[in-house]
């Protein structure tokens, strides 16, 4: 592997390039429901049943036939049973006859609508009924929520809690999901130390490595920690090397670029890892490079948590997900207007933190923070990211540009 400069690759065409360069992992497992949110199926499911099975009440009432009110609209029916959710009435309601009805409960033979309570006078065990109803008013029929083959979820889709409330609905106790991923996260540089421990004269106290594990938590990633690695090409290449042998993708911080203590590329090369690419259109986060071998992938992220931190979001994640066989679902982006002023070189896209704030008639977008790929403060509150586009100069208040929320930012 060389570190001969190339032309620094868009962030887009970068992430569409990997994503068409990977295969998903091949091995599944069998989870339960409950263990089932935040993993991706592996199978399709369809419903074994309709949902409801039966025809129902949708209200609390009274369920008479409509033809027969239609005809006589101040009818005294006369009420011969009660049905509740779980409690069908075991009989045949016939002409001038009413069933005092519950939500939920199964329609039985006979009425073809429900009469909602406040619409009904009772007196004993007879009932008039006010409103005008139709054939079905009030009922919900068989499959209304789910019909007997119709499919749950698709291969390769999250499985969400929605998604777990309407699988239990149908009676699905268990679901495959693609195996965890290993993914082993690691820092370099002889001036980073871990947090907690003392930090000598020029040391800095590791913030990158306990950031991407934070950000890979998940039910669907285990998280393998190779601690921080000397500014040693063996060292590094080593670290590489250990850390392949039992994870799936490997992801270091700092020693991206090219300078003289910058060993990443050479010691991915020393593995036999080939270089996807190196160097990305975007600040921050331009001296990034990914190395290949075989189906495994190498990030080296660069050392500015910043830089790391968005590298992680707009382009590992999405990698991620292909890898166990999910959706790449397209960066969520909302266009909201500038409310700042903003000058930059043409040629890479920017990537800024801002708030969200309430200004006249709707929402602006603000820059949050102070300035530079090192200042992990400026992650700290802001609601999401900001694209000014590659090719734009700069931003004046009012332009609409992308907005990328963070999920703490969502419901």
Not at 51 to 68: F, K
Not at 221 to 250: H, N, S, T
Request: aromatic content about 4%; overall charge negative; proline content about 5%.
């Amino acid at each position: 592997m060389s570190n001969q400069r190339t032309a620094p690759i868009p962030i887009d065409q970068a992430r569409s390039q990997l994503l068409a360069s990977i295969d998903m992992i091949s091995t599944t497992e069998i989870v339960s429901l409950d263990d089932a949110c935040g993993r991706i199926a592996a199978e399709n499911i369809t419903s074994l049943i309709d949902l409801p099975r039966t025809y129902n009440a949708a209200v609390d009432g009274y369920g008479v036939d409509s033809a027969e009110l239609a005809a006589a609209p101040h009818k005294l029916f006369k009420i011969i049973g009660v049905a509740r959710a779980g409690h069908p009435f075991d009989g045949v309601i016939g002409a001038g006859e009413a069933i005092e009805i519950y939500t939920g409960a199964v329609m039985p033979s006979g009425p073809d609508c429900v009469a909602m309570h406040e619409d009904c006078s009772r007196t004993d065990d007879t009932v008039v009924i006010t409103a005008n109803l139709s054939k079905a008013s009030n009922m919900r029929p068989p499959g209304e929520n789910l019909a007997k083959g119709e499919t749950i979820i698709t291969k390769g889709q999250m499985i969400t809690a929605a998604l777990v409330g309407q699988l239990a609905a149908a009676g699905t106790a268990q679901v495959e999901v693609a195996r965890c991923l290993r993914v082993a996260v690691m820092s370099t540089g002889d001036e980073v130390v871990t947090a907690g421990t003392d930090a000598a004269h020029a040391q800095i106290f590791d913030a990158n490595r306990p950031m991407l594990k934070a950000m890979l938590q998940s039910k669907q990633i285990e998280v393998i920690d190779c601690g921080i690695v000397p500014d040693r090409l063996d060292a590094l290449a080593d670290a590489y090397e250990q850390a392949l042998q039992k994870a799936d993708v490997v992801i270091s911080s700092g020693g991206a670029s090219d300078g003289i203590e910058d060993h990443s590329q050479q010691a991915m090369g020393q593995i036999g890892a080939s270089c996807a690419f190196w160097r990305l259109a975007m600040k921050p986060g331009r001296p990034m490079a990914v190395g290949q071998r075989e189906k495994q992938l190498v990030f080296c992220l660069p050392g500015n948590p910043v830089a790391a931190f968005v590298c992680t979001r707009l382009l590992i994640n999405p990698v991620l997900t292909r890898l166990l066989g999910g959706i790449v679902q397209p960066t969520l982006k909302i266009s909201v207007p500038a409310g700042f002023t903003h000058r930059k070189k043409p040629g890479r896209a920017e990537f800024l933190r801002v708030v969200l704030v309430d200004e006249g008639d709707g929402q602006v977008l603000q820059l949050h923070g102070r300035k530079g790929a090192g200042v992990i403060s400026s992650l700290t509150g802001a609601d999401g990211l900001v694209e000014i586009p590659l090719e734009n100069a700069g931003v004046d208040k009012g332009l609409m540009l992308s907005f990328l929320p963070f999920h703490e930012r969502g419901l």
